[in-house]
């Protein structure tokens, strides 16, 4: 039998972070970082054990000085029942298994603990995606993956189900980054370490004629009036708990005593058969 590729050559991955770290583009993290602290501020809970998840721990850890931070490896650094507070940042779009990396952030809460997970989803890079797509299709008569395929929310959503966390919410906050051409943008995904790192990724340079057409079809499709390109970045928020007695609990269907009608103070209009 033989087992099926993993998504993400973590090696690769590595070696783009630690390039990466000598020079970092972090605004994505920063903001992200921000987002984060609004949630928390929203939770009417105070968090005296918190621990953070990240390939990027440099400004997480400076965010949040009193938090145990741990690489997002494939088996994760976290002791069990250890935390009330567990942030999984800007990581998990590169697990090959981030269910399992849920499961482990929740065996990791104490009961009652708090999940918080950002990663890029839904429409991030949609528009270097099409433009290479559509250039190597042209020039080579062929297709390699280049871009990371981003999940959608209504499945990251369930991704917290599986995970067994409760009173699971996603949500995404949109960003626009404007670059002045697709030399510039790639550059700052070198300095995020966010270029590709799948393992089915071609192993050669890119020729500079997919490269040339790439912009072309990036500016003719995406570009504004001032000769920018838009790049956009979907941040994806997803929230959870772990399981607790005190949680508010679902009715169960048929159960309610009042009706909606008199809920919402109207009158109730009986449909014919």
Known sequence: MTLPLPLTDRAALMRNRTRAAHAPADF?????????????????KSFTAPAIVSGHPA???????????????????????????????????????????LIQCRRALRPDGLLLAVLFGGETLHQLRAALAQAESEVTGGLSPRVAPMAEIRDLGALL??????????????????????????????????????????RHFTRRAVLDRAEHHYRQAFGDAGGRIPATFDLVFLTGWAPDAS???????????????DALGTGETRLDD
């Open 161 to 202: 189900q599986r995970g067994g966390l409760a009173l699971p919410v996603a949500d995404t906050v949109p960003l626009t980054a404007s670059y002045s051409d697709m030399r510039a943008l790639m550059h700052d995904l070198r300095a995020m370490g966010e270029t590709c790192a799948l393992t089915t990724r071609p």
């Open 28 to 44: 994505l993290h920063m903001t992200a970082v921000d987002e984060i602290k609004d949630r928390l501020a929203l939770v009417n």
């Open 247 to 261: 949680q508010p609990k679902p009715l169960r269907p048929g159960s309610a005593t009042t009706r909606l009608a």
């Open 59 to 101: 400004c997480w850890q400076a965010a949040f000085p009193d938090a145990a931070c741990v690489p997002d490896d494939e088996t994760l650094g976290l002791e069990v029942g250890a935390h009330d507070l567990v942030i999984h940042a800007l990581s998990l779009h590169w697990a090959n298994d981030p269910v399992g990396q």
